[in-house]
């Protein structure tokens, strides 16, 4: 089955330490999102990839970088993670930015939940 | 920006019993989207409806985009429709971000 994976499901990282966490697709979508997601709260874009084109979210912090090698992978690096960067990082795809159908809509990963000691 | 507004914040129903969740934006929209967060984090799509009604199942959605409201309609509700629903709204002006509601936690009893 197509699908969005992401890898690691729990990361645990100390203060200051990189990390990065990784996501894959078989969907062959042209454009794959960052969101963070903080408890009890609603998915936060941090960035999204259009094809090779990289499009920030104005408040998301230097301290969030992203990497996409090719069409099937997407890399967040948080270069010195805090205490506040603990959260859900959901990673999803679409096939193009706007949809014009159900099958443009936004698929998601199941998620990586970053504990940070 | 768009602000998109959900209701009840909190709904609690015994299973079987029906149930309406509401998403209200404040601009204009060109779609709309509902996903269910399951308890483990995962975030499926429901329904792609920026207008009218769709049904799937026990759900079914109506988006009445001149008046800016969605409404996610769940009936005969089973413990497995437990979690967080969402509908997210995109925004064109300048770049193609998604804005999520602020979502209905939703725990239906056995």
């Known amino acids: 089955d197509a699908m969005v994976i992401q890898n690691p499901r729990y990361q645990v990282t100390q203060f200051g330490k990189p990390v990065t966490l990784s996501c894959s697709q078989t969907l062959n979508h042209n454009v794959m999102y960052w969101y963070q997601q903080k408890s009890s709260q609603a998915p936060k874009l941090l960035f999204h990839y259009y094809d090779k084109d990289f499009n920030n979210e104005a408040d998301t912090p230097d301290n969030f970088q992203s990497r996409r090698p090719n069409t099937s992978f997407c890399f967040l690096d948080i270069r010195s993670p805090g205490l506040g960067d603990a959260a859900m990082y959901l990673c999803?795809?679409?096939?193009?930015?706007?949809?014009?159908?159900?099958?443009?809509?936004?698929?998601f990963g199941p998620g990586t939940r970053l504990t940070v000691l | 920006g768009i602000q998109v507004e959900q209701s009840p914040p909190d709904l609690i129903l015994q299973e079987g019993a029906n149930s309406t969740l509401r998403c209200n934006f404040s601009?204009?929209?060109?779609?709309l989207q509902w996903f269910h967060q399951n308890p483990w984090g995962q975030l499926i799509n429901l329904f792609y409806?920026?207008?009218g009604t769709k049904q799937n199942g026990r759900l079914s959605a109506t988006t009445v985009a001149t008046e800016r409201y969605s409404l996610l309609y769940i009936s005969s509700s089973q413990t497995t429709d437990s979690g967080v629903y969402f509908c997210a709204v995109l925004a064109t002006s300048g770049t193609y971000k998604y804005i999520f509601g602020t979502g209905t936690r939703l725990k239906v009893l056995a």
């Open positions: 999803a795809t679409s096939r193009d930015q706007e949809p014009t159908a159900d099958t443009d809509t936004q698929y």
């Open positions: 601009d204009s929209v060109n779609n």
């Open positions: 409806i920026p207008s």
